[in-house]
Structure formats: structure tokens, C-alpha cells
């Protein structure tokens, strides 16, 4: 797992990856989403998410990101909400903070369930030393960004052809 410290900001990415036979059912929770999307006919916020209902695959999901950061990190995460980001061909994202809408999240965690390699990237907007700095990189399938919800972030233009789904999820310190 690589770690950045950005200022006094912990970044952590890395790719998903269980021992063994088990995996994370990507297409399952894409699936998922797309239902309760197109069919069940949710409405997107403002920010162009909606809510993600509560899977067996979500589940395994959340797990697994509760018990990595554990391991790994050294400290307990408590799960807010899950949510899903939809940007079609040539679209971006608007500038996002989920503390604003979520004050009691600590982190903020954004999953490539459906990204193609270079198609998109993720940029951290944050201040050091009252200078405002930015930091990119790549998002893609299997592949999750961690970082504090207090900061501003983004997701540049879909730059595929294809539909681009994120899950996007906020978690407590505990």
C-alpha cells in the first residue's frame, strides 16, 4: 500500500487485493447500482450521487476496507454511508467535500468499481502553509483513493467512452 503524507494530510491508495479465491464482486455492486439507478428509478442528488443500498457484495466491500486499514494502519474506521458517482463519456465531477454533507465523516473513500485504466483521475484540492496545492492520481477498477472528508477534491473528465461508476463511502474514526 503506498502512503503520501500531503502536508499534514494522510493520502492512501492501492489496488484491492484478497489472498486466495476470494474477491470483491465488482460487477455484482455496478450491477447493483445500475438497478437502483435505471430501474428503481432514484433520483441523484445535486452532486450527482445517490445513496447505494446495502449488498452482500457492498458488505464484503466495507469489510474489507474496515479490516485493511486496521491491520495495516492501526486504527478503527466506523461506516457512514456508501454512495455512487456516475459520469458519462466527457463528463467530470464538480468540486466535492463530504464533510459539508456528512460532519461527522472523518475519511472518504473512492473505489473504482468500473473505470478504465487512464480514462479519469482524482485531484485533492488542500492548503499548506496557507498556499493552496493540488494532488492527482490515476483512479481505475479495484482500485481505492482514502483521504480525509474535510478536504475538497474532484474528478477530472471522463475521458473513455464508456460509463465510469465510483463508490464513493465515508467513515468515522472510532
Known sequence: MKKKVLAALDLYSEEINIPGDFKINRKKIFSHILHNCFI???????KNTFEVNYSQDLGWYNQYILEHVFLRHKFSLESLNHYSLILYP??????RNDH???SNSNYTVI???EVPKNSIEFTLSFKDKNKLKTYSEKIYDNKFIMFPATENY???KNNSSDLICLLISNYKRS
Open 90 to 95: 466527457g463528463e467530470r465531477s464538480t468540486f
Open 40 to 46: 428503481e428509478r432514484k433520483n441523484f442528488n445535486s
Open 111 to 113: 473505489y473504482g468499481l
Open 100 to 102: 459539508s454533507i456528512y
Open 154 to 156: 474532484f474528478l477530472t
